[in-house]
C-alpha cells in the first residue's frame, strides 16, 4: 500500500494576492489620513500667525497711536517673522494686513 505525499509548504497565489491588498488598502487609509492631518495642521497654524499679525497690529497701533501701512511694519513685533508672514502651504502666499479693516488675511485660509 503505498500513500500519495504532497509537498504544500508554500503560499497559494490567492493567499498572497489577498494579503498584498489588504496591505495596500491599510496604506492607502493610512496615507490619506497623513494628508489630512497635514493639511489641518497647516490650516491651525496659517489661522494662528493671522492671530500672531492681529495682535501685532494692536501693539503697533499702542506704540505708534497710527495703524500700520502693511504687515511689514510688524516685523519687529513678531518673533520668526519671516515664517509668520507666509502661508503654510509653501505657495508663496503672504499674509496680508487691509489697514481699512484691521485684519490680516490669508487667501488661502480665509
Known sequence: MTLS???DSGFALLELMTVLL?????????????????NNARQITCKQNQ??????VS??????RIDPNDVDDLEPYVRNFANAVQCTNR???LLEYNPLSGIVTCDNHP
Open 5 to 7: 505525499h504532497t509537498d
Open 22 to 38: 489588504i496591505l495596500a488598502i491599510l496604506v492607502s487609509i493610512a496615507f490619506l489620513s497623513y494628508i489630512v492631518t497635514t
Open 51 to 56: 492671530r500672531i499679525l492681529t495682535d501685532a
Open 59 to 64: 501693539i503697533y497701533t499702542a506704540d505708534h
Open 91 to 93: 505657495d508663496g502666499v
